[in-house]
């Protein structure tokens, strides 16, 4: 009996990563596909590289795309599977890092497995795998800047700092969302300096490191403005402030009559013929309105922008928590996967299958994401008045949710469960700290009962 607890002890894992390979490779062949095109694939696909041009697209996913076209020889539909094929193997190997970081923050190996089980077959992570856009090289260096990030906790090493900042900028480079991360290293950086006198030369090395991401942050949006007249990692935020001009109507708060009418002459013909005016046709044709020149368009437009927004804070403000509560009840599955409708013309066994990855893996709601920040703050205070002192996970899950879902909050004009996914990898960590605590709280009272009825 002792060998065969012996050998599960030492060898169960091995049944988790089947598992995850089990139901990962169901995915891929009943899923999406390789390579599945997205309305923005087209936009990182054929992105120009070049100094004139950064701005448009931030750099590292058109250049990991550009490589995918060069092993195939320029074949657009052959780099797309093949990106298919990466982003579903540099997702696999990150969960690597997430089981050490699980395995760091709650010391329970059966659940870190079954958490990294939950995260790694969650279908709305592995659609984004299979399509050519950014979303799963930046969860993927999400995950690797939380590893970076606990081992420089840990160690208290100033290569892992350094590291840490750099991960946050290639996360950045992929999706400009992820520079909250960067800001999050900056809070960390002056804790740290405050809290440990012995740590101020780590930390001066890693600060010095920040400053010089911070500079590159000006840098880049510094040539963006030269290309595009927008002050910012790319040149989207004027459009998408747009789209929150022209859903709340404050355009009509605008001196100029003349462009007014022009542009709710062209909202109410795209909403009579069925438009979504979020979408691209009809900020195109408003932007159009602006200038002929991209540049001069955009400065103005921003410009138009503030103004609207400054007389109708109220009006803005509703929009983007209206953002937030249209898709508060949806799973973070939401996108085009039509496998469970079509089910009934499986077989009994893969109908379970779907059931399982439909309801089980991808079951997360986006309202849980706010429940999880709320308790990450409780926890946080909690933890800090017990121990008299930083709580160093907790609060950086609180920092870390709260910082991404505000640039998600001021952000995201459309698609709100899409753009937060970047905070799933905090939300099932978070999720294994809390039953951790929980786990140990029965097992103190099973072994004080244990030991009242022995003695």
């Known amino acids: ?82 990106a298919g094929i990466l982003q579903h193997i540099m997702s696999l190997l990150v969960l690597i890092l997430l089981y050490r970081v699980l395995l760091t923050v709650t010391h329970l190996r059966l659940l870190a497995w079954i958490t990294v089980l939950f995260y790694g077959c969650n279908v709305a992570l592995l659609n984004w795998d299979s399509a ?14 939380i590893y970076v990030t606990v081992r420089y906790i840990k160690s208290r090493s100033a290569l892992w700092g350094c590291l ?32 440990f006198k012995r740590m101020r030369k780590t930390v001066i090395k890693v600060s010095a490191v920040i400053l010089l991401a911070v500079l590159f942050y000006m840098a880049y949006c510094a040539n963006t403005y030269r290309n595009y007249g927008v002050f910012n990692l790319t040149k989207l935020a004027p459009r998408h402030n747009l789209v929150t001009v022209l859903v709340t109507r404050s355009y009509f708060n605008y001196p100029d009559e003349e462009l007014v009418k022009k542009i709710d002459a062209i909202v109410k ?50 929009f983007h928590i209206h953002n937030i509560t249209d898709y508060w009840d949806i799973p973070y599955e939401n996108t085009d996967w039509q496998l469970w409708d079509y089910a009934i013309e499986y077989s009994a066994f893969e109908r379970g299958v779907y059931w399982i990855m439909k309801y ?31 709580p160093w996970y ?35 960590i978070s999720l294994a700290m809390l039953i951790s605590i929980a786990v140990r709280l029965i097992i103190k009272k099973y072994l004080k009962k244990q030991k009242k009825q022995q003695g």
């Open 164 to 195: 840490a900042v750099l991960v946050s900028v290639a996360a950045a480079m992929t999706k400009p969302t992820c520079a909250v991360l960067t800001g999050v290293c900056i809070v960390l950086a002056i804790i740290q300096f405050f809290r």
């Open 1 to 82: 009996m002792e060998k065969i607890k012996s050998a599960v002890n030492k060898y169960y894992h091995f049944f988790f990563i089947a598992l995850i390979l089990f139901f990962r490779g169901f995915y891929l062949l009943n899923g999406w596909g390789l390579g599945h095109m997205a309305a923005d694939s087209g936009s990182y696909l054929y992105a120009d590289l070049s100094i004139s041009a950064l701005g448009g697209r931030v750099p590292l996913y058109p250049l990991f795309l550009k490589v995918c076209r060069r092993m195939v020889r320029w074949d657009e539909a052959m780099a797309g599977a093949v």
């Open 132 to 145: 050519v856009m950014s979303e799963s090289i930046a969860i993927d260096l999400v995950i690797v800047f």
């Open 269 to 318: 013909e795209d909403e009579a013929a069925g438009i979504n005016i979020r979408r691209y046709p009809t900020t195109n044709k408003v932007m159009a309105l602006f200038g002929d020149d991209q540049k001069t368009r955009n400065i103005a437009l921003t410009k138009f922008n503030k103004y609207c927004a400054k007389t109708a804070r109220m009006d803005h403000f509703w």
């Open 394 to 428: 907790w609060l950086g899950m609180w920092g870390s949710m709260t910082v991404l879902l505000y640039a998600v909050y001021k952000n995201a004009y459309a698609s709100f469960y899409r753009h937060t996914l970047f905070v799933l990898p905090f939300v099932y």
């Open 360 to 390: 089980v893996f991808s079951s997360m709601h986006i309202w849980f994401s706010f429940l999880m920040l709320a308790v990450t703050l409780v926890m946080s205070i909690y933890t800090a008045v017990r121990d008299k002192d930083v």
